[in-house]
């Protein structure tokens, strides 16, 4: 068992089958967690680039701006 780094809640896993770079989830906080080193275990928290944020945020908009022309179209073929 190990704590998670964020929230410092235990997070039950076998230490024996982790490898470096492996990745895991906190289930108390939800953050994504890598294995830094395996002796001693050590996890550290997946960086996220301000770039990766911004990205995501673009393809929501995106999915959003298709959303509503589709709608519009509709309720225009539902006027003819």
């Avoid at 960086?47 to 673009?58: A, F, G, I, R, S």
Wanted: charged content about 50%; proline content about 4%.
């Amino acid at each position: 068992m190990i704590n998670c780094p964020l929230c410092d809640a235990v997070i039950d896993v076998d230490e024996e089958e982790l490898d470096e770079g492996d990745s895991l989830i906190c289930e108390e906080c939800g953050a994504n967690l890598n294995v830094a080193g395996t002796n001693p275990l050590e996890l550290t928290p997946e960086v996220t680039t301000d770039e990766d944020e911004e990205e995501d945020l673009d393809d929501e908009d995106f999915d959003e701006d298709e959303d509503d022309e589709e709608e519009e179209e509709e309720e225009e073929d539902e006027w003819e």
